[in-house]
């Protein structure tokens, strides 16, 4: 199975950047998609961005599109997500999923729904 371990989250004031890593230990075969997704205090969990593994499709979410940046360093099992122009309204815990090919994770309709495997979390706090 495999482990997700988020890192990267701070405080920072408004406009400011913020690169999260997630870094997948005990990869296991058959992972093909990954994402990010966040939760504010008292919202529901929202989807931000994933990647397919393979052929490097990316999808975001309108909210997020040309703030944020999903990317994956293969080699070193390690998902990222660049965050700039950071808002108030980007405090939330940020965690990331993976999930299997063929997964809602990996369609371009349901990928925001998340994934079967998740890691804790890391905190982002922004302030104006």
């Known amino acids: 199975q495999v482990q997700l371990v988020e890192s990267g989250g701070d405080s920072v004031q408004a406009g400011g950047s913020l690169k999260l890593s997630c870094a997948a230990s005990r990869y296991s075969y058959g992972i093909r998609c990954m994402g990010w997704f966040r939760q504010a205090s008292g919202k529901a969990r929202e989807g931000l961005a994933a990647i397919d593994i393979e052929t490097g499709s990316t999808y975001y979410a309108d909210s997020v599109k040309g703030r944020f940046t999903i990317s994956l360093d293969n080699d070193k099992k390690t998902l990222y997500l660049q965050m700039e122009d950071l808002k108030p309204e980007d405090t939330a815990t940020y965690s990331c999923?993976?999930?299997?090919?063929?997964?809602?994770?990996?369609?371009?309709?349901?990928?925001?729904?998340?994934?079967?495997?998740w890691g804790q979390g890391t905190q982002v706090a922004v302030s104006s």
């Open positions: 999923a993976a999930d299997l090919a063929f997964s809602r994770l990996c369609s371009p309709s349901t990928w925001s729904l998340g994934g079967n495997f």
